[in-house]
């Protein structure tokens, strides 16, 4: 079986510009959560989606959002990017519910903000 | 609030020789902890998982890992390094969130060095 799979896998951007990211949860999973890492620090909370609604949001500005679609793949998207948004995108999924605490991650999306 | 501090953020040590990676989480009921480890270009991937069943949790590869309410501690320990366990290790605990789901609040991380 497939994991979490995240498009693309590097993304350059520069500053002021919007970014979409993709991620497809492992098969059955309908929970999907976004992490972002900055570079020598730990993974901080985005998001997390159930049955496409949000389910919870972290301390993140409003530019970023995000959805899940009917086939449980999610998007998150950051507007008016910043040089401080430069970091590894971490999308995760779940099963089966909302509160289920075992997480599998994606390899990420590395985005470089210039 | 739920949150976990790594006590080193480097650790060296030999191979063949033990591993204890520490970890203090603070919480004010019983909480959910992991720990996941971090290979170079590589996703996040869970070692093992404390939800108070027992206190000694064992996980992959030979890791485990032991609750200790009294000091707040829950420490990742291995007998024996291999040159494979080199790698970011991340205590984790979970916060509910309102609307049913939850998040992973992650320590900042100890990066395990293991030489020859």
């Known amino acids: 079986d497939a994991g979490v799979t995240q498009s693309p896998t590097h993304l350059i951007k520069t500053r002021g510009q919007h970014v979409t990211l993709r991620c497809s949860p492992i098969s059955g999973h309908k929970s999907v959560s976004w992490y972002q890492q900055v570079l020598g620090q730990g993974p901080q909370f985005i998001f997390q989606?159930?049955?496409?609604?949000?389910?919870g949001r972290g301390n993140f500005p409003d530019r970023f959002s995000a959805r899940q679609f009917p086939n449980y793949s999610s998007e998150l998207n950051v507007n008016a990017l910043l040089l401080g948004d430069s970091a590894l995108y971490l999308c995760?999924?779940?099963?089966?519910?909302?509160?289920?605490?075992?997480?599998?991650f994606g390899s990420g999306t590395q985005l470089s903000v210039l | 609030a739920q949150s976990v501090t790594q006590l080193d953020s480097h650790v060296s040590v030999s191979e063949g020789t033990p591993v204890l990676l520490r970890c203090n989480y603070s919480?004010?009921?019983?909480?959910?902890l992991f720990w996941y480890v971090q290979h170079p270009n590589k996703g996040l991937q869970l070692l093992l998982k404390y939800t108070s069943a027992a206190t000694l949790v064992k996980g992959i590869n030979g890791f485990e890992a032991e609750f200790k309410k009294s000091e707040t501690s829950f420490h990742l320990t291995k007998p024996s390094a291999h040159m494979s366990d080199a790698a970011e290790y991340f205590c984790?605990?979970?916060?509910?969130?309102?609307?049913?789901?939850?998040?992973?609040?992650f320590g900042k991380g100890t990066s395990l060095l293991v030489t020859p």
């Open positions: 995760a999924s779940s099963s089966p519910g909302p509160s289920s605490e075992k997480l599998f």
């Open positions: 919480s004010s009921y019983s909480p959910s």
């Open positions: 989606y159930y049955e496409k609604e949000e389910r």
């Open positions: 984790v605990v979970t916060i509910p969130n309102s609307n049913s789901g939850y998040a992973l609040n």
